[in-house]
Each structure stands twice: as C-alpha cells, then as structure tokens.
C-alpha cells in the first residue's frame, strides 16, 4: 500500500507525464501539419524540418520512459524543459524564425504546462520560451543568425493551411484543459463529499452522516409506513485488545471489525462507525425480527474470522448488539430509536457479551455454545 508521500510523488509523475503526452501530441500535429501542408517546399527545408521531427520523437519517448522508470529529481525537469525549447527553437529558426507559422508551439508548450504540471514548471517554460524568441529577434535583426528558411515563394504562399492548422490546435488545446479543469474540479469535488461521510479509519459512513441518514429514513418511514432497523454493536473488551497487543492491533482489529460488518450487510444499508469500537447499522425496509436475524450473522461471522498476529497468532474479537426497529410504540424519531437499540446493547453486555439483544417484541439472540 502506498504511503502518503508515496502517493503525492505519483500524482506528480502523472500529471507530468500528461503534460508531456499533450505537448507531444500537439507539437507533432503541428510539425505534420507544416511538412505535408507545404508540398511545393524545397528539399533541404523539408529534410531538414524531417530530420528534427524525428530528433523530436526520440527525445520525448526518451524523456517518458526514463519519468516512468522514476527518473523525475527536479534538476532532470528542468534539463528537458531546456532541451525541448531548445528543439522547438530549431524547429522555428529552420522554418522561417520569427515568422515561422510554428511559434505558437510555444505558447502551447506554456499553456499545457500549465494546465497539467503546474505553475512552477509553467513559469519556467515561460521564461525560456521568451528568452528564445528573444534571442532568434536579435540574432535577425542583428544579421548573427542568418534568414534560415529554405522556402520558395509559393511555398510561403501556402501558409496558409498551415495557420488554419495552427490556429484548430490552439483551440483544441484550450477546449482540452477547460475541460480537464472541469473534469478535475468535478473529482474534487467527489473525493471531498466522500471524505466529508467517511470514517477515515474504517472506510464506513461516519457519525455525522449516521445521525442525518438515520433522520431520512425514520421520515420516510413515517411517511410510508415501512419499517427502519438499526443495530447497535460494541467490540467486546476492546479496552484489553490496546493494552495486551498495543494500538497498531487494535486499529487492524477496527478494520477487521468494520470489512465483517461491510461484507455481512446489502448494498442499501447503512453501516457507519459511532464512535470508538461502536458501530451503528441502518437497515431501510427492515422490520425488527430481520433486523435480528442479519446481526446474529454479523456476530457469528465476527466471531468465526479471527484476525493474524504479526506474531503469528490469532486474534478472536466478538460483539454484543443491540436491535431496534422503527415505528414501535414509544418511538416518536430517529433519537428514540437509538436509544432503544442502545438500552439493547446495554443489556446484551450485561447478559455476558457476545451475544444479540433486541426490543421488545423480538427474542434475544444469545451466543452458541
């Protein structure tokens, strides 16, 4: 299982690796675009341009194999960041330099960055994206660097389909991480509603989101007449599991306890940590006899999956239970029903634990001998 830094790194590796795929992907769209879009272009300009498209490749599926073999310290990000302005400065000088219909790869390289590797490496692609524009105006205006394009004048003529190109690019870029933000946003969102009920020890339903579904269903019950269970469960002498075996065991005895209680009940119901080594199971459509019969096998299955000891040992953890149902005479909500399972539970401990005790108007369910 992997560790919270363990996790934090990964992200970044994928977010990383999705920023080059995109970056890649455009880029060479983008360079196909040109080469085939400028069929009347002399040979060595498409030689050459061919040449770096291929140089290109191989240093992308490079630069990804050597991130997924985990080769990602923040010294190599920013070598490749380097190196690949420096290719797509190529790329621009041997199409025309700045006036190359190739230079929004540049500003396609900041924007997916930013989108997908985040501000700091956003930046940073930025600032040496504007340093080598820079530098290719001066070189020209300056009469260092050469007019270094190879292109015929109805070559040029056609740059046309290579702007249209260009331009699509820009906007499938820009719909793709609008969406992206979008998607991202929309997952956030997910994880934090199911943070906000979950118990982080356990993975059940918490006690918040316990008292407010527990409220729902005793409405609806006395809306429609249908029958709302709820157990009560407490670990027997949980006290003795932390002090025999420490509290690393006895959190492996909570999940342990909780993945019994999950596997044991259906898929509409409700199982949720109360508190400590207590636990709380809302049954909707539930009348109190089977209400009843699940915790028995609750309790059974409990009792019958002892959890293993580093030492090689084996741990036997039992419940007691309480069982009430609603509507029952004296209940008048969701509080009474707790109440009246918890005095269940009261009095299954003092029968002598590990066994089910249920409101009046069901039979006790006791340990099997």
Known sequence: MLEGSDVLEWERRRKYLWALAVREGVTLALLLAYVVGIACAVVPSRAVVWGLFAFFIAFNLGRRLLARRGVFSKAYQLLTLVLDVCVISLLVYFTGGVRSLLVPIYFIQVFATAILAGRRLAMLMALLSSLALSLLAWGELKGVLPHATFLSRSAQEGYVTTFLVTIVSLLLVAAYGIGRIGWMLHRAQQE????????????????????????EEVRRSERYGHPTGLILIDLDHFKRVNDRHGHVVGDQALRHAAD???????????????????????????????????????????????????????????????????????????LDLVRAADACLYRAKGEGRNRVCAADGAPAAKASA
Do not use: K, W
């Open 192 to 215: 934090l509603a199911t943070a906000s009920v979950t118990d982080e020890m356990t993975g059940l339903f918490n006690h918040r989101h316990f008292v407010q579904r527990l409220e």
């Open 260 to 334: 019994r209680l999950r596997d044991g009940v259906r898929r509409i119901d409700l199982p949720c940590r109360y508190g400590g080594e207590e636990f709380a199971i809302i049954l909707p459509e539930t009348p109190l006899a089977q209400a009843v019969l699940l915790a028995e096998r609750l309790r059974a299955a409990l009792a019958g999956s002892p959890l293993a000891l580093p030492d090689g040992g084996a741990l036997t953890i039992t419940l007691s239970a309480g069982v009430a149902a609603f509507p029952s005479p004296g209940l008048a909500g969701g």
